[in-house]
């Protein structure tokens, strides 16, 4: 008897955490994305209708509510496609950049080429392909397949050069294309004075799972774009540390002895300073 009423509070609890924790996960993904606003507005409408038909008591509006949410899992496969793959993207994703050490050196060639297009004030576009294929994405370009440092960043890059227009792609070490016309963005809300080069970054961020560099022509300034996000106006530091903490996985512990010896560490150092400082010299 006893248990019988335990399975049926621990069941619904479980059911009702996993669908709350997938769809957390689900809208963390598709935050900042074209589908973000679509799926809000859509949120709207339907709680608006859902609030006239049942406080009315309208029964044809209820019925065609319910109707509808019958077929709204082919509905949403069909609108929101690219937001579905993005997720699957995410949930699969793997380092594309080989080891620690090749994923720091491959940020610092793109640091040294942004400090130096960004002080000869050269305009540039660099994507970073991870889990999704930018090829599939972008409308032209040009196959290069080198590899990638300094000094091709800003031979490709500079004015009056037959590929400088557009966007490189780069995956691991390597370029793969050059002068991509990647697709722009088409919110509302940005600022008028975010030029072709920025809103092409924020685009190409809002469809794929890319991080996107870009340094601007008129002003020097770096910027980055991830997940439909623009950061503007950032330093080399600044840039170091947002591609470090996207490429770079962080190791954690597997196993239970690993996590208690590591939580032990992290725990033995920050008491460390603290008992030195507690005693002068």
Same mark, same amino acid.
């Given at each position: 008897?006893?248990?019988?009423?335990?399975?049926?509070?621990?069941?619904?609890?479980?059911?009702?955490?996993?669908?709350?924790?997938?769809?957390?996960?689900?809208?963390?993904?598709?935050?900042?994305?074209?589908?973000?606003?679509?799926?809000?507005?859509?949120?709207?409408?339907?709680?608006?209708?859902?609030?006239?038909?049942?406080?009315?008591?309208?029964?044809?509006?209820?019925?065609?509510?319910?109707?509808?949410?019958?077929?709204?899992?082919?509905?949403?496969?069909?609108?929101?496609?690219?937001?579905?793959?993005?997720?699957?993207?995410?949930?699969?994703?793997?380092?594309?950049?080989?080891?620690?050490?090749?994923?720091?050196?491959?940020?610092?060639?793109?640091?040294?080429?942004?400090?130096?297009?960004?002080?000869?004030? !050269?305009?540039? #576009?660099? &994507? $970073?392909?991870? +889990? @999704?294929?930018? %090829?599939?994405?972008?409308?032209?370009? *040009?196959?290069?397949?080198?590899?990638?440092?300094?000094?091709?960043?800003?031979?490709?890059?500079?004015?009056?050069?037959?590929?400088?227009?557009?966007?490189?792609?780069?995956?691991?070490?390597?370029?793969?294309?050059?002068?991509?016309?990647?697709?722009?963005?088409?919110?509302?809300?940005?600022?008028?004075?975010?030029?072709?080069?920025?809103?092409?970054?924020?685009?190409?961020?809002?469809?794929?799972?890319?991080?996107?560099?870009?340094?601007?022509?008129?002003?020097?300034?770096?910027?980055?774009?991830?997940?439909?996000?623009?950061?503007?106006?950032?330093? !080399?530091?600044? #840039?170091? &540390? $947002?591609?470090? +903490? @996207?490429?770079? %996985?962080?190791?954690?512990?597997?196993? *239970?002895?690993?996590?208690?010896?590591?939580?032990?560490?992290?725990?033995?150092?920050?008491?460390?300073?603290?008992?030195?400082?507690?005693?002068?010299?």
């Amino acid at each position: 008897m006893l248990w019988n009423q335990l399975s049926q509070i621990w069941r619904p609890a479980i059911e009702i955490t996993i669908l709350a924790v997938g769809f957390y996960y689900a809208l963390v993904l598709i935050r900042g994305t074209r589908g973000w606003a679509v799926i809000t507005g859509f949120l709207i409408l339907l709680l608006a209708l859902t609030l006239i038909s049942t406080g009315l008591n309208l029964q044809v509006l209820t019925w065609i509510l319910r109707t509808f949410l019958a077929f709204s899992v082919v509905a949403v496969l069909v609108l929101f496609q690219p937001e579905m793959r993005h997720i699957l993207a995410e949930l699969g994703h793997r380092p594309l950049l080989g080891t620690a050490r090749e994923q720091r050196e491959n940020i610092e060639v793109i640091i040294q080429a942004a400090s130096r297009l960004s002080e000869m004030r !050269i305009g540039a #576009l660099i &994507a $970073f392909e991870r +889990s @999704i294929q930018l %090829q599939e994405v972008v409308e032209s370009g *040009l196959v290069v397949d080198c590899e990638a440092t300094p000094e091709m960043l800003e031979t490709i890059f500079f004015p009056n050069n037959a590929i400088h227009d557009g966007g490189v792609i780069i995956r691991a070490n390597r370029i793969l294309y050059a002068a991509c016309i990647f697709p722009l963005t088409q919110r509302q809300n940005l600022q008028k004075s975010l030029g072709t080069r920025h809103r092409a970054a924020i685009g190409l961020s809002e469809e794929t799972d890319a991080v996107v560099v870009a340094v601007s022509e008129e002003t020097g300034a770096i910027s980055h774009a991830f997940r439909g996000q623009l950061v503007r106006g950032v330093s !080399i530091e600044e #840039l170091r &540390a $947002f591609l470090t +903490s @996207i490429f770079i %996985q962080r190791s954690t512990p597997r196993t *239970l002895a690993e996590w208690f010896r590591h939580w032990w560490r992290s725990r033995w150092r920050r008491r460390a300073p603290a008992e030195a400082s507690s005693h002068p010299r």
